[in-house]
């Protein structure tokens, strides 16, 4: 990594719903970088079980929640191609060294994105770890020979997954300050499978 003051950690998550592992990503992020920005978008690799909207409002409501003059939610980042994001990125932060956030259960995909060769003239990509997920050399390897320049970050984030939560509620998994908005509008069924329980 270069000059610390320049660097904007960019993490774009489907966020459907936000978890307890996307907490301690943007909070870890928020102790390594000078500035994280975040953003909820469509995968094209996904198929999302609420829509844009309601996870948007749900990301907004957390990252507000963390409270950390560091961190910012902006929905003008949303976009389900990484390209579309760092291109705008690039045009709105022209002097900033741009850290493109991923899990390092998402390395293996990289090599496969749209404009990949843009994509690591435009930023680096800093990996995550998640737990369950580790690091493997052949797919930083395969990225490194494409031009990709990787951070592989010194956080440990927990291995909480939206896809196991969306199938099996339980509040313990979602961060305590979006809970009241998924029980107010009975987002992913929660009332009735915490009822069930």
């Known amino acids: 990594m270069s000059n610390k003051q320049s660097q904007i950690a960019l ?8 978890t307890k592992g996307h907490e301690a990503l943007l909070k870890g992020l928020s102790t390594l970088f000078p500035r994280v920005v975040t953003w909820a978008s469509d995968n094209p690799l ?3 079980q609420i829509p844009l909207a ?17 961190l910012e939610y902006l929905k003008e980042l949303s976009s389900p191609r990484a390209i579309t994001t760092l291109e705008h990125a690039s045009k709105v932060w022209p002097e900033a060294e741009l ?14 994105w749209t404009k990949v060769e843009i994509i690591f003239n435009l930023a680096r990509i800093g990996v995550a770890p998640r737990d369950g997920w580790p690091f493997q050399q052949k797919e930083i390897d395969a990225i490194k020979e494409l031009g990709g320049r990787i951070d592989l970050l010194p956080l440990q ?15 313990e998994q979602i ?3 979006i809970l009241p908005m998924l ?8 009332n009735l499978k915490i009822k069930c329980k």
């Open 183 to 190: 029980l107010e509008q009975n987002l992913y069924g929660i």
């Open 157 to 171: 984030i927990p291995a909480s997954a939206s896809s196991k939560i969306r199938r099996d509620i339980k509040p």
């Open 99 to 112: 850290i493109f956030v991923i899990g390092s259960d998402l390395l293996g995909q990289i090599p496969k």
């Open 54 to 70: 309601k996870r948007e409002a749900l990301l907004n409501k957390l990252v507000k929640g963390i409270n950390n003059p560091k």
């Open 175 to 177: 961060p305590p300050t």
């Open 11 to 18: 993490f774009g998550t489907s966020a459907d719903p936000p």
């Open 46 to 48: 996904k198929t999302h």
